[in-house]
């Protein structure tokens, strides 16, 4: 399985521990210019529990190494959401420079748009396409 044994989740509650890592994570593989307002981000974790379908749809995923929920470490994320309507839109993917290569990121892509699929299916539509804007990060 790509990503080893490192276990990935849709973060639910603003109140995540979790959540501060993932904010140093995307502050620390996206680029200043190409970032939303973190608020924008970390909303998703807000508003995930009280989605109904019709309604824009983002999600947060981590991914975190360590065993059980008190030594969990954000060590990748992915952000993006469905549009009503409209299809998937992934937004920003990040993986801690340790853990890269690993196929964190792929395993995140993948589960973001298993995500987003089940949100248009909760709509009775199917997703039709899933955009995401990227270009390569630059060697270190």
Same mark, same amino acid.
């Given at each position: 399985m790509q990503g080893g044994h490192i276990p990935c989740w849709e973060l639910m509650d603003r109140r995540d521990p979790l959540?501060? @890592?993932? @904010?140093?994570?995307? $502050?620390?593989?996206? $680029? &200043?210019? $190409?970032?939303? &307002? *973190? $608020?924008w981000v970390a909303q998703a974790a807000a508003t995930r529990r009280t *989605? @109904? =379908?019709g309604r824009?749809? =983002?999600h947060l995923l981590v991914a975190a190494s360590g065993e059980g929920e008190a030594a969990a470490r954000a060590v990748g994320f992915a952000y993006g959401m469905h549009v009503p309507s409209y299809g998937g839109y992934a937004c920003y993917l990040g993986v801690d420079h340790a853990f890269r290569r690993r196929g964190i990121a792929a395993r995140l892509l993948g589960l973001l748009v298993r995500v987003l699929e089940l949100d248009a299916a909760f709509e009775g539509d199917a997703l039709p396409f899933v955009v995401w804007e990227s270009r390569r990060p630059a060697a270190d």
């Open positions: 959540l501060a @890592r993932v @904010r140093e994570l995307f $502050e620390a593989t996206i $680029e &200043p210019d $190409e970032r939303i &307002p *973190w $608020e *989605w @109904r =379908p824009w749809s =983002p």
